[in-house]
């Protein structure tokens, strides 16, 4: 804020407090500050600048010009240097206690240092202190400023603490948004000291539970280590700190205090400022307003729209090919959601890349994968144990890394989905969960067993009770245009269910659109289904010629991998569907072990068909590039590593009895459209008598599109052998003249 010049006779002017005038005759008029030197060059500007001293008012100013000076010439130079905020009143708080450093500061600030130490020395401050925190250093470092401390209710409350998450905190939050009143949070123990954010109560800014929300879901392990211990709340920390760390972040706080008096209002002020005192790296964390949020917010938002139709769209394609088409390039997603990534308010704690093997292949990692059903954050790094991401470019895989995700998280259970408490077979437009399970009934006679011999990712849940009261979730039906319903257990990760039914990831999709996010979901199911129809039958298919792409990206990663002593082959494994589905395979050519692994791509193009499945195989690459703990894979790929040899397994080669296939053969059609996309894979899913559904789940205070997508029929690459795809479709492709029995399946799990 800039003040108007004062009327005559009312209050000096001059230079503000912070700038210092220095006059370098015939050049300029040069105003010294602690950012920099401001130039007003003019003659006329260095002969008044002498009278900009701060001793005369307007009227004196006018008197006493020098020849040459009109008061007109004067009166427009004056206006235009206040409009600058070079100058301003001088006040009668000049001669009060207050410094002369105190009223520059002020100046500075582009406030009129008057109305700030009035505002600051007249306003009420209220100080609560939690747990072991002293009250009497915060109140001092308040008076400091000139701060009035109450005892009672103040224009604002300065909360201490010694975690962001104390219990304390929720009802403070709670007075306060029902007294209108703002406060600030300040963390001035810890090796890392925290100051911010200021709540405040009616001016759509966040409240203290949109930030636990966050800190909480950064807290996985911990709350892991509680739960067993059947405890609640955050755990119990040491006290540590040092009285000078302390004293620095309560001065601080004492800072942001007399600013927010003041009047200064900036969206810092929303985000929690850190210091870590080993580091030395100071960090700021934005606080973003949950519009779900039962503090503040509206509740009720994520489950209403479940029960929306699912509104598909015409969304152009921006032309990139590095993952696949999209309706918005990496970069403008990266920039529209990095404010997403931070360890403190973030939804994803870090994006970084796994160096684990030539940069060429692009592995980046971006926290633990909630879907894998690890326990605690951290404590494992099997092959998906991570989020992560990939691609042709470091930016495709950074983003890729960012929206799995931001993915994975929006599709956890918080309590606020849509939920119908109901059987099955009182559940009208429910669908049964073993059409989407496809568990078979001999799975269920051994599941012990088989259980304790494979890893969280093959387990075989219990059959399913038709009668059993449980809690169901309506998705949108595509085909139908009508909603469907299937458990809750089965489509949020952490949802309270029966062992019956779990939840994975297939069919999980983040997109820069609704549209963009329900193709990637349905390549991923037609991906995974063409998959597990050739993995589980064990079926040769042919190889598809890497040359016949002419692209320069993937004959470079032959040589990468050929560098590492590695071939690498693609083969065509698309079925009935008609989408192209290409597998990747690399293995090492020397050595007691061939370290054989997979990458797996479906897409309407079959070039990025290809290159989905060289990025996926290449972001799995590290697990084979230098030492890995054995002990952190879990045992399926363990025994991979160990055992697998291509002589033992030769439907991983190419089918020599089928001639290799060129990027041609599927043939391509562009669309500028991906809802056309997505119409073209939905019709050859209902061509083969089969539903598509779709469950929004973006998450209101995230806003990066988030689907799940579902095909009941459609076969998950997981170990599942109900009757049905599995069986039929490759003796309808001619790749077996008769059906597999369940006995002639391949006893290993696909470990990816």
Request: charged share 25%.
């Amino acid at each position: 804020m800039k003040p108007e010049l004062a009327e005559p006779d009312e209050h000096p002017i001059g230079f503000r407090r912070h700038l210092r005038p220095q006059i370098v005759r015939g050049e300029a008029v040069y105003l010294i500050g602690e950012s920099g030197v401001t130039a007003i060059q003019g003659a006329h500007v260095e002969s008044l600048a002498p009278l900009l001293d701060g001793t005369r008012d307007l009227a004196a100013v006018l008197r006493d010009l020098p020849a040459g000076l009109t008061e007109d010439v004067v009166s427009r130079m004056l206006t235009k240097l206040a409009a600058a905020g070079l100058i301003g009143r001088r006040c009668e708080e000049d001669g009060s206690a207050t410094t002369e450093a105190t009223l520059a500061y002020w100046d500075a600030t582009g406030l009129d240092p008057a109305d700030a130490v009035a505002a600051t020395t007249t306003s009420l401050v209220s100080v609560v202190a939690i747990g072991d925190i002293d009250r009497e250093p915060i109140v001092e470092a308040l008076q400091r400023n000139d701060i009035t401390v109450t005892s009672g209710s103040g224009d604002l409350t300065v909360v201490a603490c010694a975690d962001h998450l104390a219990p304390e905190l929720r009802d403070i939050d709670d007075a306060h948004r029902a007294a209108g009143r703002p406060w600030l949070l300040v963390k001035p123990v810890g090796v890392e000291v925290c100051v911010g954010p200021f709540f405040t109560p009616g001016d759509d800014g966040p409240c203290w539970r949109c930030l636990a929300a966050r800190l909480s879901a950064n807290r996985k392990a911990e709350a892991h280590v509680r739960r067993r211990c059947g405890q609640r709340g955050p755990a119990p920390r040491p006290l540590i700190g040092l009285p000078s760390l302390t004293a620095m972040a309560l001065e601080i706080a004492s800072v942001e205090t007399a600013k927010w008096l003041a009047g200064i209002r900036q969206d810092a002020q929303r985000s929690i400022w850190s210091y870590d005192s080993l580091t030395m790296k100071v960090e700021q964390h934005e606080v973003r307003v949950r519009p779900q949020c039962p503090g503040c917010g509206d509740p009720g938002v994520v489950a209403r729209r479940a029960f929306e139709p699912v509104e598909l769209v015409s969304r152009v394609k921006h032309p990139c090919d590095g993952g696949g088409h999209r309706s918005s390039s990496p970069q403008e997603v990266l920039d529209t959601y990095r404010h997403l990534v931070g360890p403190v308010t973030g939804i994803v704690k870090e994006i970084r890349r796994d160096h684990r093997g030539p940069e060429f292949f692009n592995s980046f990692r971006s926290g633990a994968n909630i879907a894998a059903g690890q326990g605690v954050e951290g404590l494992r790094s099997a092959l998906r144990a991570d989020t992560g991401g990939k691609g042709v470019t470091p930016l495709d895989a950074e983003v890729g890394a960012l929206c799995e995700a931001v993915e994975r998280s929006s599709g956890a259970f918080f309590g606020d989905e849509a939920r119908v408490r109901s059987s099955y077979r009182s559940l009208a437009d429910a669908i049964h969960p073993d059409a989407v399970q496809q568990y078979h009934p001999r799975q269920f006679a051994g599941r012990e067993e088989w259980n304790a011999a494979h890893s969280r990712f093959q387990h075989v849940a219990t059959p399913f009770d038709e009668d059993e009261v449980i809690d169901w979730t309506p998705l949108w039906s595509l085909t139908e245009r009508r909603h469907r319903f299937l458990p809750t257990g089965m489509l949020y990760f952490g949802a309270p269910c029966p062992p019956s039914v779990t939840a994975n990831s297939n069919g999980c999709a983040a997109g820069s659109s609704l549209e963009d996010a329900v193709l990637q979901g349905l390549l991923e199911l037609v991906e995974r289904d063409a998959v597990a129809i050739w993995w589980y039958n064990r079926t040769p298919v042919p190889g598809l010629d890497q040359d016949s792409f002419g692209d320069p990206w993937i004959t470079r990663n032959r040589e990468v991998h050929a560098g590492l002593g590695r071939e690498v082959w693609l083969l065509d494994v698309t079925a009935d569907l008609g989408v192209p589905v290409v597998v990747a395979v690399s293995r090492r050519t020397g050595g007691p072990r061939e370290d054989i692994v997979l990458g797996c791509g479906a897409h309407l193009d079959p070039r990025i068909a290809a290159r989905r499945a060289l990025t996926e195989l290449n972001q799995c690459m590290p697990m084979v590039c230098g030492t890995v703990d054995p002990h952190t894979l879990d045992t399926d790929i363990r025994s991979w590593f160990e055992n697998a040899r291509l002589a033992d397994h030769a439907w991983l080669s190419p089918d020599p009895a089928q001639p290799v296939r060129d990027a041609l053969h599927h043939g391509y059609a562009h669309r500028e459209d991906l809802a056309d996309d997505v119409r073209a894979v939905r019709e050859a899913v209902e061509a083969r008598g089969m539903e598509v559904l779709v469950l929004d789940q973006t998450r209101p205070d995230v806003g990066l599109p988030v689907v799940r997508v579902v095909v009941p029929g459609l076969r998950h690459f997981w170990s599942r052998f109900a009757q049905g795809r599995l069986y039929d479709v490759p003796v309808e492709l001619g790749r077996l003249p008769r059906p597999r029995r369940y006995e002639e399946l391949n006893p290993i799990p696909l470990f990816m």
